[in-house]
């Protein structure tokens, strides 16, 4: 008996390890930027069935720590979703072949706010098991519009801070606007060299610093921490 016992196994392991499944995305991670008059923000991520077998694909995703009225959804192989979906229906699946891909796009309607969120998407199988987790970070109005700052050394400090907050010098650099975690304006300053702007009145939490040009564009947004 002791001798059938590995062909015995292996009759009930390889079926197990032939009929695995195997998903790649590309990317894993993720930055969707925009500006906040935007309606349609969009980002493609190639998902890919690499096992040998037809597989059936899900999805859900988790948006947090964005402004309360910012709106995403979902387009996959078969439908696009509207923002009340965030789990693929289970009579919806995402039927591939081996080899076969399509695109997953991640929609977003920042809704002429500005702020950032994290975002989760994960790829499933029948059983709900994660076979392929993204990642992402939506920015809205944090990219230049008026020139390009990756060469100057923009510096918010102090950040943390308690009492006031100072920009580093800045071409430009009209007024700056200061916004809660849900993306309404909290306060509005003229910009000047070596300028302190208080925050002690404000609650203790995350904010955003969007910095306006002296044409009105939106130069970058980084976040300040009142405490």
């Not at 079926?15 to 980002?43: K, N």
């Not at 059936?56 to 923002?83: H, Q, V």
Request: proline residues 7%; charged residues 15%; glycine residues 4%.
């Amino acid at each position: 008996m002791k001798r059938f016992l590995p062909f015995l196994l292996t009759l009930f392991v390889l079926p197990v390890f032939l009929t695995a499944q195997s998903v790649s995305v590309d990317p894993s991670t993720f930055v969707l930027t925009g500006e906040p008059s935007e309606t349609d923000i969009t980002y493609h991520i190639l998902v890919t069935n690499t096992g040998t077998e037809t597989d059936s694909l899900y999805w859900n995703f988790r948006m947090s720590n964005s402004p309360a009225n910012w709106l995403t959804w979902i387009c996959d192989k078969n439908l696009c979703y509207d923002f009340t979906f965030t789990n693929c229906p289970a009579n919806k699946p995402n039927v591939l072949g081996p080899n076969e891909s399509f695109d997953l796009q991640v929609h977003m309607n920042p809704r002429d706010s500005v702020g950032t969120a994290d975002y989760e998407l994960n790829v499933l199988d029948k059983d709900g098991n994660v076979l392929a987790p993204i990642t992402g970070t939506f920015e809205i109005g944090v990219t230049s519009s008026s020139k390009d700052l990756s060469e100057v050394n923009l510096t918010i400090y102090p950040n943390p801070t308690s009492n006031y907050f100072q920009v580093s010098e800045l071409p430009n650099l009209k007024y700056v606007e200061l916004f809660n975690i849900v993306g309404n304006k909290v306060k509005t300053y003229n910009a000047a060299p070596n300028k302190q702007y208080p925050v002690s009145d404000l609650m203790n939490g995350m904010y955003l610093v969007r910095l306006i040009s002296n044409t009105g564009a939106t130069m970058k947004t980084v976040r300040l921490s009142k405490r």
